[in-house]
């Protein structure tokens, strides 16, 4: 299911290649490894991956989707469980960072990753840049994720301005196996929050783009990635 559900949420290709491009190694740890979805392909790439996730039940599944037998896995939280490294490339991808829902914890993950790295490290970010809600209130949405003839995956969200937090579920319809529901909530940082943690980590912004495929940064996209490499 989760597969299915986040198979489209990144070109990883393109990531893939961004990340060989802009890194000064191959050693790479991946927080949130889920079942592979990024760690796989870079592994395939040449990369020597190391993925944290807390479910043991994802990295099952990419133990078994890892033929090949090449990533290493760790069981734990990706804060007080970060491989101390040293590595290359410390990946979060697409709003695992603000699963860590408060500030303090997003400020640990990424002391963290600025101390797992090599001295030319970088970190690579993937996250969404919500829109403001001028008066801090509530907004709901509901959208078609996917349908077919014989399911339909909706989106619900409530986005909670004045905390910032974002919660909703994906609600899958069909035929064969009825209702399932897949719970979610995050607790996102601004772009100006996000970049003045990772400065209080020793950190700066090397490069900022919409998406994998490097399309200049617009605030109204809705999505960023950003790297960032020790301050000098």
């Known amino acids: 299911m989760y597969d299915d559900w986040y198979r489209d949420l990144s070109d990883v290709s393109a990531l893939v290649t961004l990340i060989d491009e802009c890194s000064p190694g191959r050693t ?15 592994a395939s790439h040449g990369f020597v991956v190391t993925g944290i996730d807390i479910s043991s039940a994802m990295l099952d599944r ?15 939280d ?5 491989p101390s490294g040293p590595f290359d490339v410390v990946l979060i991808g697409f709003n695992t960072l603000f699963n860590l829902e408060t500030q303090e914890r997003q400020q640990a993950c990424l002391n963290a990753c600025s101390q797992a790295l090599t001295p030319d490290g970088i970190v690579v970010i993937e996250g969404l840049t919500p829109p403001q809600q001028p008066d801090g209130g509530m907004v709901d949405d509901v959208s078609i994720r ?28 069909s035929e064969e196996q009825g209702v399932r529901l897949r719970p979610w909530s995050i607790r996102y940082a601004t772009i100006d929050q996000l970049d003045a ?13 919409n998406d994998a495929s490097r399309s200049a940064f617009d605030p109204a996209n809705g999505r960023h990635l950003t790297v960032y490499s020790r301050s000098r």
Do not use: K, N, W, Y
Request: one cysteine or more; glycine letters at 10%.
């Open 28 to 42: 790479l740890c991946e927080l949130g490894v889920g079942t592979g979805r990024l760690a796989i392909p870079l």
């Open 62 to 76: 990419l133990h078994a989707a890892d033929h090949q037998q090449t990533i290493t896995t760790v069981a734990g």
């Open 78 to 82: 990706m804060v007080d469980d970060m």
């Open 146 to 173: 996917s349908m077919t003839a014989t399911h339909v995956v909706l989106s619900i969200s409530r986005h909670h301005g004045a905390d910032q937090l974002l919660e909703g579920q994906f609600i899958e319809f």
């Open 197 to 209: 943690m990772a400065t209080a980590a020793g950190l700066q912004v090397t490069a900022r783009f």
